[in-house]
């Protein structure tokens, strides 16, 4: 069974491509599998869009690809870290080449704008002096230079969520991985997140976005994968939301 | 590791204490309520051991010697008692010696009715030992000798005072046990509440591929901060009221003076405050990576 595995991870990994799955299911011990024979090819530079219901099975997708989840079968490869072989002591640094965003922006509360941003520069154990250059320049590139000192209370929930992207993007990573980014915004906001998001990758980082947001998806006429009961439904270049028929 | 890694931990390490100030005073309180306890006993122990240094010192056995035996065989004998491993000194007292110190002990000026020596057998080797525990060795090592008349052996028996010795330090180690096993559990549940009420950012850090060192060391650092600043409150306690109790000790029964000396505060601490340092930190490290293991799957 591994041997084969292997052969086809081979095959199946061209040379552009960041994220590969092969043939992935990842089964609970209570019910349903959460994820059913998952392929998905995503390559550098890309902007995809996952949509899908609730229980379809995109919070396990991110979760397997964050390496939080092991799956039950199948291979995954990210970055060219294999994930079912990787070793426990490697998924930081495998980790430090993803950026992450959630739905609940997850900040520190107790600290401000500057230091959410410099928190995660000091995990990877930037020296002093580039943190006090890089933090500046980010929270520039995501429009709140001038808030660095504000706590996350004071500030509007889009502009929580810029700071939650600053803290993902501030390591430079090659992957960006947004889980519902615009779940708890006013369409305003999501629609400013979501240039943000745009620009993000226009300047060579690979997107993925986990969203409900049809309107957006429908608008922004990116590559959509849907997903449904943990099965890929449908994968299209430039593709729509697709409305559950259920 | 880098400089500023090493400081930010700290700090951490800083924070997270008085994030929670009550466990944290708590896990304080106890491990110097045990190293206080442990010093406690350690000042006893160390003034009861060199009291009873002292009276071994002066514990002795005396060998006297057949009558009319040689100078020859009592020098033969003194060599033969120097080659004894118990032995830490020998002391040659001649006949003339020991009544000198006999009517200067007892007779005083009523000495002068003697002409001759009535000690005239009683020239002697005093003998010292290493440990009086090694007393009845030697005793019977004497014995078998031949020229020897009498063996005197000391009143006091090792047994007895090797036993107080003993009993002290079975009683202070329990107790030091059961205290610290109180203090391990306790630092464990500051550090798993630190660790609950950090979950959220514990959670980011490892998204954002923090090491498991680098997620866990606040909590180890929080730990012996907290067992440091316990061992150094009771160190400061047992400093200031040491030789307050000896003086008191001392000024309430005065005769107690002649019998006993105590260990100078300085000799004490100079063993003291180490262990009682490596003890705390020791502890704390122990509770926190414990606690770190076992609630921070990373």
Known sequence: ?246 | MRISTFFYTIKQGIINIFRNKWFSLASIATISACLFLFGLFYSILMNVQSIVKNAQEGVSVTVFFDEGISDERIREIGEEIDKRPEVSKKVFVSADEAWESFKEEYLGEYSDGFTENPLENSANYQIYMNDVSMQPALVSFLEGLDGIREVNRSEITAASLSGINALIAYVSIGIIAILFAVSIFLISNTVTIGISVRKEEITIMKYIGATDFFVRAPFVIEGMLIGTIGALIPIGIIYVIYNQVIEYIMSRFSTLQKILTFVSVNSIFSQLLPISLIMGIGIGFLGSIITVRKHLRV
């Not at chain 1, 299911?25 to 995503?42: E, F, Q, R, W």
């Not at chain 1, 092991?70 to 640094?93: A, F």
């Not at chain 1, 943000?196 to 060579?204: P, R, V």
């Open chain 1, 1 to 246: 069974m591994a041997k084969e595995l292997r052969g086809r991870k081979k095959k199946n990994i061209s040379g552009d491509e960041i994220i590969t799955m092969n043939n992935v299911s990842k089964a609970y011990a209570t019910g349903a599998p959460a994820l059913n024979g998952v392929d998905l090819h995503i390559k550098k530079g890309e902007f995809v869009f996952i949509v899908g219901d609730s229980g379809s099975g995109k919070s396990t997708l991110i979760k397997l690809l964050l390496r939080e989840l092991v799956p039950t079968s199948g291979e995954i490869n990210v970055m060219g870290y294999d994930l079912i072989r990787i070793r426990h002591r490697k998924i930081p640094k495998f980790r430090r080449n993803l950026g992450i965003v959630f739905q609940d922006f997850r900040l520190l509360k107790d600290r401000n704008v500057y230091e959410n941003v410099a928190f995660a520069q000091r995990i990877i154990q930037m020296p002093g002096k580039e943190i006090k250059r890089n933090v500046p320049s980010i929270l520039a590139t995501v429009g709140l230079a001038g808030k660095y000192k504000a706590k996350p209370r004071q500030l509007s929930g889009g502009e929580q969520q810029r700071v939650a992207i600053a803290r993902a993007l501030v390591n430079r990573p090659s992957i960006l991985l947004a889980d519902e980014p615009t779940g708890n915004l006013d369409p305003k906001n999501s629609w400013e997140i979501m240039k943000l998001l745009e620009q993000i990758n226009e300047n060579g980082t690979t997107v993925l976005v986990v969203t409900h947001n049809r309107e957006i998806v429908n608008a922004m006429q990116k590559r959509v994968i849907t997903m449904k009961k943990g099965v890929v439904v449908s994968d299209e270049e430039k593709g729509g939301y697709i409305d559950d028929e259920d």
